[in-house]
């Protein structure tokens, strides 16, 4: 958990006000080598659908009552309402229904499919949920979850030895499969919401 989800204060700099409005999403190695993102350059725009794949829920330490703090890897700390509304499941996917948590303007897919015994969440109650945001290519055509991002940024992160910090390089566009290294452990997009008409 960062330090700013600890804070339960409003947006106190321009650099936390920049976090809120930009979605980091993690891009998943088998979706990267199998070609299934867009293979979208910085600055072009995409439709997909941000999801948090969840590591923990829990419905008694919401607070304060709406909170997303993402850091630069896609780990997320939120807080927020589920929505009546379920992403539908992808025929043959064990994930099953998804419920949408909505925090503030933002409406973003729950992925619980890895937590045991999974969650029992009930629509409209206020919930905390830490885990990491991905792109989902399964769900992007959900009308209450599609939407129209700019690019703003690719970043992989590369291990560096003696346990340094991983070294940070700046990507042009989203890689391709061949684009993969085996000492690169996170590939990261940063997005930007575009207002639709």
Do not use: K
Request: proline share 8%; aromatic share 4%; glycine share 10%.
């Amino acid at each position: 958990m960062t330090a700013a989800a600890h804070r339960c204060g409003g947006w106190n700099s321009r650099d936390e006000a920049r976090r809120r409005e930009v979605t980091t999403v993690q891009l998943l190695p088998g979706h990267l080598r199998e070609g299934r993102l867009p293979l979208a350059a910085v600055g072009e725009v995409v439709h997909v659908t941000p999801m948090i794949y969840a590591d923990d829920v829990d419905r008694l330490r919401c607070r304060p009552t709406r909170l997303w703090d993402l850091d630069e890897y896609g780990t997320v700390v939120a807080c927020g309402v589920l929505g009546v509304d379920t992403v539908p499941a992808v025929e043959g996917d064990a994930a099953g229904d998804l419920d949408v948590l909505v925090v503030g303007r933002r409406s973003v897919p729950l992925n619980c499919a890895g937590m045991h015994p999974a969650p029992d969440l009930e629509p409209g109650r206020p919930v905390y949920v830490e885990g990491s945001v991905y792109l989902d290519v399964d769900v992007r055509a959900h009308a209450a979850t599609d939407r129209a991002f700019r690019l703003q940024a690719v970043r992989r992160y590369r291990l560096r030895p003696g346990g340094a910090p991983p070294r940070t390089e700046r990507l042009a566009r989203i890689p391709a499969g061949a684009g993969i290294d085996d000492d690169v452990f996170l590939h990261v997009a940063d997005l930007v919401a575009v207002d639709q008409p």
